[in-house]
């Protein structure tokens, strides 16, 4: 199979079909394989007259070559096919397969452990790459051996990521076999730059990892971060395409109305939900990421009593949590922007969401986001105890605690807009009875940006607490600093209450943007003051490691609710759509085309996330598999060799 | 802090100043983010039009 | 999940590894919780449905579309009474009167000579005449955030549209213009599902059985100041219990100084439970200023 000329081509498909199967060829075999699951149900139409095998071969051919002009011949080879301005299929009822369980659940629970893993081994190699080049740049070796320990802990999860979506596949095109078919027509060949890309992820992500100590230090080192930086590239890339799908689903584009196909497949890609979505889950990714191995450096943390141990786990785990509040923090801006888009896209489809059915769910959120926040803030205070500095910041804390405590609660106040007469029924009123003013939009908003603003401000404090500005404007900085805080805040309150209660709809959507930037004001200059203002600041002595126990519970807290919230908006996510694979071009006849119940979906929500935690339990443990060995039978019994 | 060898005087006119700067622009942000948005504002920040 | 990897000398590792697994799991099962104590609703999809046109009379008509408006077309989404609407109140106007006026308003453009061509151009070409204040941000009303309800996701059939308009004309008591669908013109009619079944759910309350009625559409009443009808405000004050039940049951028996007969629907009795009924009464027999 050594690269056989372009003569080769005729009778590769008429008689070396066997050769395929040798020599370790099989993940070209599984990917011709997965191809021809897809292809029955588009074959009729549109390949009369050719074999399986004829129409395989020169798909598998392709892979084989390799090299760059694989690509293009293979494009010829699908656009040569004519291409009949097929609507999409409608499939009755009884077209979907009935397996006894509902379809839709096993999808769903493969989907979203597939989503949880592909986030989180497409956020870490990311804070990663930044870890490491801090090192590079700070000469300091402990961040080198922290990123290689944060890549080390996530490796399996790569794998654990292609089984689960292999399995997701798998399923769709068994469960769904027409929906996969027009997915597959839609997107033609992207499907295999997708599987071609996982070959490419495997490769640096190999390198990159094994490589770690080989290319250590000097001008190797740059190499390695190279091959970091390829390695995120092949995964922010997979993560776009499979993004495209999604938001696909949502807001097709590139059809018709009847959903035939009629722009290329970067138009059926650049729908107007596709950016705000890969922006949204880029972050969130990155949140999520630093969450899971926040955990696991709360785990090591407490299960040890050596000094040095716990002051490594501590710093990790501190880290963690700094990556995860960060990314964290920006996330509503970009979850506004992609609810504008969905509202810009379809009004309807906005209603649905924020005002409809689903808008239970937001109390849920709420609740999900407010653990999130005090876990996040409670850690930062309890990190406080690690420098003397703090005690000029301590008084604040009391403050910040109660304002998101309220604020919490003023987020959790249920309001309901109603859609319909059932809904009445069901829910047992109409909506002017719960509805309070705190229970509205400019309320909720006002609590939100408040609570990120005192967040920002934990977070702020706490990195003041081990250092003493020297600069000469120091008091000045501070006067600005304060007066941002209050006249932010006093502007955020503003404009909820006026533009949200006392002018017309239209000004009270825009005052949410202005409270997001004015939260955004505060975040950014505080950010570029205390840059400036603590350079060469005097640097007060902390001691990591002396942080009560209590305190790493946060840290568990962090990834269930942030697991779980993922979850959750997967839900909301997916049932947007409503009753439609493909909204307003292919309707979903299945007998799960309802939107469940926010009870039923927790439920399913709940189960994923145990599962993801069983799966990530079985990935930290064969992280330390790797660092454990048997000690010599002759020796004492008694077992050694901790990592 | 080094804020002593400001003085208290010094100390509370930088903050008013800081103040007085810090309304003022949130005031220009007020008209401006609501302005790109086609919603203009009065000068005490009504809705105009 | 240690094993001997975690063994550093603390030999806590499984309390450690037991108390964050019990603390994590405790949290899911919170946020479960909450889930499932909020109210469960399930969005159905809308469900085909067969009407045998033989059968069909008009008030059958109005009342598919009255169905239509409030589910499958999801037409209550937005057109709800301020100040939580989107759109303007359709339910709260009389729309065929509306419709008059936007016909003779200078800024109408639109082909639509009569009401009913108005209503179906607004369904079909929401933005050919968009009214003032409810057009999509910085289009200065010439664009509207509305859907042609004939295309998807919505996409009714043009005997639903009709069916809508049919109510929309008759909920106000005007002439219903459109024509009913002939077995010609199509032999299924969708209509929405499972609350399309049974009649609409009873009010619990006085407050309920009033707005469900739509009562403060006509009278000032609950924060409403409509002046169609007389103030219900102080009603307590001029009318017996017994009087204000016979003006529901006979809205002409007895008209209020200054009002027209034959503006108040005269079939609420028909349509109200006995107890929605009692309720009204006795909350408005409460009404005294």
């Known amino acids: 199979m050594m690269g056989p000329g372009r003569g080769y081509r005729r009778m590769g498909r008429a008689g070396r079909g066997s050769v395929w199967s040798a020599g370790g060829r099989w993940p070209y075999l599984l990917l011709a394989l997965m191809l021809l699951a897809a292809v029955p149900a588009m074959a009729a139409g549109t390949t009369d007259g050719l074999s399986v095998e004829e129409r395989i071969a020169p798909i598998g051919r392709v892979q084989v070559e390799g090299g760059p002009e694989v690509a293009p011949s293979f494009g010829e080879a699908v656009r040569a096919e004519p291409e009949p301005p097929l609507a999409a299929p409608q499939p009755q009822r009884k077209d979907y397969p009935d397996i006894g369980i509902s379809s839709r659940a096993v999808v769903w629970v493969v989907a979203q452990m597939h989503l949880f893993f592909g986030a989180l081994v497409l956020a870490v190699p990311l804070f990663v790459l930044v870890i490491e080049l801090t090192g590079v740049l700070t000469r300091d070796e402990r961040y080198d051996d922290m990123a290689h320990e944060f890549m080390k802990i996530s490796l399996v999860g790569f794998s654990i990521t292609a089984i689960i979506g292999g399995t997701l596949a798998l399923a769709l095109f068994m469960l769904y076999p027409d929906f996969m078919a027009y997915m597959m027509r839609v997107f033609r060949v992207q499907w295999l730059w997708y599987a071609l890309l996982f070959f490419v992820e495997s490769f640096f992500l190999y390198t990159y990892y094994y490589g770690w100590n080989a290319l250590r230090y000097g001008n190797r080192k740059w190499v390695h971060l190279t091959l970091g930086l390829l390695l995120n590239g092949a995964g922010m890339t997979i993560m776009v395409l499979a993004n495209s799908w999604a938001t696909f689903m949502m807001a097709p584009s590139g059809v018709s109305e009847t959903g035939a196909v009629t722009g290329t497949v970067w138009e059926a890609m650049k729908g107007p939900l596709w950016n705000p979505i890969n922006l949204h889950r880029f972050i969130a990714n990155i949140g999520f990421g630093g969450a899971v191995v926040g955990a696991y450096a709360a785990f090591k943390f407490l299960s040890t009593r050596d000094p040095k141990l716990r002051a490594h786990y501590d710093w990790m785990g501190y880290t963690s949590n700094f990556i995860a509040i960060l990314a964290f923090l920006p996330l509503p801006f970009a979850g506004y922007w992609l609810m504008a888009e969905i509202y ?300 | 802090m080094t804020g002593k060898a400001m003085g208290k005087g010094t100390l509370l006119a930088a903050f008013l100043l800081a103040f007085v700067v810090v309304v003022l622009f949130f005031y220009g942000l007020d008209h401006l983010v609501m302005g790109i948005q086609g919603l203009p504002l009065n000068p005490d920040l009504s809705p105009a039009g | 999940m240690t094993g001997p990897a975690g063994n550093d000398g603390s030999g806590s590792s499984m309390g450690v590894f037991a108390s964050s697994m019990l603390f994590s799991l405790g949290l899911t099962l919170v946020f479960t919780l909450v889930a499932n104590l909020l109210p469960q609703v399930q969005g159905d999809a809308p469900v085909e449905k067969k009407v045998d046109l033989g059968s069909l009379t008009m008030d059958d008509f109005v009342a598919l579309g009255e169905n239509l408006f409030m589910n499958k077309g999801t037409c209550t989404l937005c057109h709800k009474p301020p100040p939580l609407g989107r759109a303007p109140d359709i339910q709260g106007e009389n729309l065929v009167e509306v419709a008059r006026q936007r016909l003779a308003d200078p800024r109408y453009k639109g082909k639509a000579t009569n009401a009913e061509e108005y209503i179906h151009e607004s369904m079909v070409d929401p933005s050919a005449y968009v009214v003032a204040g409810w057009g999509k941000k910085g289009s200065n009303d010439t664009e509207s955030p509305m859907p042609h309800i004939d295309k998807p996701p919505i996409q009714l059939s043009p005997m639903e549209i009709d069916a809508i308009i049919a109510w929309l004309e008759a909920k106000d008591g005007n002439e219903v213009t459109v024509e009913l669908p002939t077995a010609e013109a199509s032999a299924q009619v969708a209509a929405a599902a499972a609350p399309a079944a049974g009649p609409p759910a009873p009010a619990a309350t006085g407050e309920e059985a009033v707005r469900k009625y739509g009562c403060q559409a006509c009278h000032a009443l609950l924060g409403s100041t409509a002046s169609l009808g007389p103030s219900l405000e102080d009603v307590g004050a001029r009318l017996t219990p017994e009087q204000i039940r016979q003006s529901i049951i006979d809205p002409n028996a007895v008209i209020a100084d200054g009002f027209t007969p034959d503006v108040m629907p005269p079939d609420f009795a028909d349509r109200m439970t006995v107890k929605e009924l009692e309720m009204i009464v006795r909350l408005l027999a409460e009404k005294k200023p």
Not at chain 1, 403 to 427: G, R
Not at chain 1, 589 to 608: E, K, R
Request: with cysteine; proline share 3%; charged share 10%.
């Open chain 1, 344 to 643: 810009a896209y379809s009004q309807q489809m906005g209603i649905t969401a924020m005002g409809g059915i689903l808008a239970w769910l937001f109390i849920v959120q709420a609740v999900l986001i407010g653990t999130i926040l005090l876990a996040g803030n409670f850690y930062l205070w309890s990190g406080m105890s690690r420098t003397e500095g703090s005690v000029r910041y301590q008084w604040l804390v009391k403050y910040i605690a109660a304002i998101l405590v309220i604020c919490f609660l003023t987020w959790m106040t249920p309001h309901t807009l109603i859609l319909s007469a059932k809904e009445i029924a069901t829910l047992g009123g109409s909506h002017h009875r719960i509805l309070g003013p705190l229970g509205i939009m400019p309320a909720k908003n006002i609590a939100v940006n408040l609570m990120l603003v005192v967040t920002f401000l934990s977070f702020q404090i706490y990195r003041r607490s081990d250092k003493v500005a020297t600069v000469s404007w120091a008091p000045v900085g501070n006067a600005f600093m304060v007066a941002i805080y209050i006249v932010a805040m006093a502007n955020i309150v503003f404009a909820g209450v006026y533009y949200g209660y006392f002018t017309n709809t239209v000004y009270k959507v825009g005052s949410s943007v202005l409270q997001v930037a004015s939260t955004l004001v505060v975040i950014v200059s505080g950010l570029t003051i205390d840059g400036f203002m603590y350079k060469g600041a005097k640097k007060l002595p902390s001691h990591w490691g002396r942080v009560s126990n209590r305190s790493q519970y946060a840290l568990f807290a962090l990834p269930i609710a942030f697991t779980w919230l993922m979850g959750l908006m997967g839900y909301v996510r997916s049932s947007v759509k409503t009753y439609w694979h493909v909204y307003t071009i292919m309707k979903d006849n299945s007998p799960d085309n309802f939107i469940p119940t926010i009870g039923y979906a927790g439920n399913m929500i709940t189960l994923v996330t145990v599962l993801f935690v069983l799966f990530v339990l079985f990935m930290f443990w064969i992280a330390n598999l790797s660092g454990t060995r048997q000690p010599r039978p002759a020796a004492t019994g008694v077992e050694g060799g901790a990592t």
